[in-house]
């Protein structure tokens, strides 16, 4: 059902955590959908210096996270704010169409985290 | 990797013996039994016999015995075949966590002018008795109502509801698909009964309905006759000797149901050690000797289920994310007073008598491990 990149994000993922500290958080979904995503960000210089995820949901949205947060480390959060799902989807490769929706939640959650993030900085 | 299958409430792995008489009938009972020459006649003998065996039991005579494709076939054909027979009266009731083949063929009655009446079920999944009477009217056709459910394993009392349904004068149907070998099941306790044989390790694609004296159904599939008429169709002898089979195979081993009881209930108590998690479904004589169901906050059955996998475990869950329609489990919601997180969270094994104490604890400790691997990476707290 899932491709070699989605199991493997899955099984092993680069980001999975929370930042204590954290400069912002940002969360989407909820429970009657069955995907809750929660992205936490520390800002450097106005780019993403460390981005972590705590996901509840299926396979897909687990490893959807973790590519987000790996599409975004790095990144000004200007660039950061424009992933879009498709960029997501991109790089996750093959879904199932049913699958498709919890794949593009994530990089919603990145962009709360990140208006938060101005918010508190203006 | 070795499989640990225990997904056995979906299907059961075919018994050699079943096998073996599917391979005698194809053989030497080739010919369809409707024809009149002697290989017919063979082929019809060999049917019948099948036939005689899944009545005696029922405690049914052979007459009162459909074959169909499954349950999915004989559910539908009981349902709507009583219906379109007795179209003066439009009420039915079914309770709110039956299998979806007889949810969808109440709803497609319903979206044609039929009135149904979805009982509630408690906490362990039993459908509410006094309700049950207080909503059976005088233009109430039939009540169907599912025997030991397939996702949370709990057996409902039939005799308690078919003596309220004859009393009412309503026709009680019951699906049994899921208990047929593995809990006490008699034409005693229902006007119609749902058996297939892909639950029992038998062939899948063969189904029966019980069909009490008396009751006339609208077919579903006109044709040239077979089966009094009720369901045409040259009739698959294979698949029927496998399915006696099967039966007969179950009927040697009753003392394996104790066997499996016992690991059940091993499962459910060592996996409720897992903190924060919840059995779904009744306990002891009321549950599915096979059926273990749990559900754990702050994970979802998908992911569990994923990692088990992995392990080479086979399982099931009554996540949304894990069904075709996006929708939770509507048995788990119905007994959890719709808690999605409930429903998400669940998990099903379902055992088999070949399962073994070594497999469980496998298993057991794979569960655990998932558990705490995914609440670990929930944004959850529980
Ligand atoms: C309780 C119940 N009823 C009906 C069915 C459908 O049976 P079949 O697959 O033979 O159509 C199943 C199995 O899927 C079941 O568990």
Redesign the interface.
């Known amino acids: 059902m899932y491709n070699k990149k989605v199991i493997s994000r899955f099984k092993k993922p680069k980001f999975a955590g929370e930042i204590k500290n954290a400069d912002a958080v940002g969360e989407v979904g909820n429970l009657k959908c069955g995907d809750i995503m929660r992205v936490y960000i520390k800002v450097k210089e106005g780019k993403i210096s460390q981005i972590k995820f705590k996901t509840y949901g299926c396979v897909a949205a687990i490893a959807s996270s973790d590519i987000l947060c790996e599409l975004a480390k790095g990144k000004t959060l200007e660039e950061a704010q424009k992933i879009t799902g498709r960029d997501v989807l991109k790089e996750v490769g093959e879904v199932p169409a049913l699958k498709v929706h919890c794949s593009i939640l994530a990089q919603n959650a990145l962009k709360k985290a990140i208006e938060e993030y101005k918010k508190k900085s203006q | 990797m070795k499989t640990i299958y225990l997904d056995n409430g979906a299907t059961t792995k075919i018994c050699p013996a079943a096998e073996a008489a599917i391979k005698e009938a194809n053989e030497k009972f080739f010919a369809n039994p409707a024809s009149i020459h002697h290989a017919g006649i063979e082929a019809s003998k060999r049917l019948e016999r099948a036939r005689k065996t899944i009545a005696n039991t029922l405690g049914a005579s052979p007459e009162e015995i459909i074959f169909t494709s499954g349950g999915t076939e004989s559910n539908n054909l009981a349902i709507k075949g009583l219906s379109f027979q007795n179209p003066s009266k439009k009420h039915i009731i079914a309770s709110k966590i039956e299998h979806d083949c007889v949810l969808n063929s109440c709803k497609w009655l319903e979206e044609r002018g039929y009135e149904i009446t979805f009982l509630d079920v408690d906490k362990e999944g039993f459908v509410n008795l006094q309700q049950l009477q207080n909503a059976i009217r005088p233009d109430t056709l039939l009540v169907s109502i599912i025997h030991g459910n397939n996702e949370i394993g709990t057996l409902q009392n039939l005799q308690k509801i078919y003596e309220i349904c004859k009393k009412k004068k309503a026709i009680f149907h019951t699906d049994a698909c899921q208990s047929f070998t593995k809990a006490p099941l008699s034409a005693k306790m229902a006007d119609m009964i749902t058996i297939n044989a892909h639950k029992m390790h038998g062939p899948k694609g063969i189904g029966a309905l019980y069909i009490r004296k008396g009751i006339q159904l609208t077919p579903l599939a006109h044709g040239g006759g077979h089966q009094q008429g009720i369901r045409s169709g040259t009739q698959n002898v294979a698949a029927a000797a496998g399915f006696e089979a099967a039966i007969k195979e179950a009927q040697k081993q009753k003392k394996q149901i104790k066997n499996m009881q016992n690991l059940r209930d091993y499962f459910i108590k060592s996996a409720l050690k897992i903190p924060n998690s919840t059995l779904n479904g009744a306990e002891g004589n009321s549950r599915l000797a096979n059926n273990i169901n749990i559900s754990f906050a ?3 059955g ?2 569990v289920a ?2 088990l996998d ?1 392990e080479g475990i086979c399982c099931s869950t009554g ?4 069904s ?1 329609s ?1 929708d ?1 489990s509507h048995v788990i919601m119905a007994i959890s007073n719709n808690s ?2 409930r429903a ?1 969270g669940s998990i099903r094994f379902t055992l088999s008598a070949s399962n073994t104490k070594k497999e469980i604890d496998f298993t057991l400790r794979a569960l655990a491990q998932a558990v705490k691997k995914l609440r ?5 707290k529980r």
């Not at chain 2, 670990?376 to 959850?380: N, T």
């Open positions: 702050g994970v979802e998908e992911s994923a990692l992995m996540s949304a994310c894990a075709k996006l939770p999605h997180e998400h670990k990476i929930s944004p959850l």
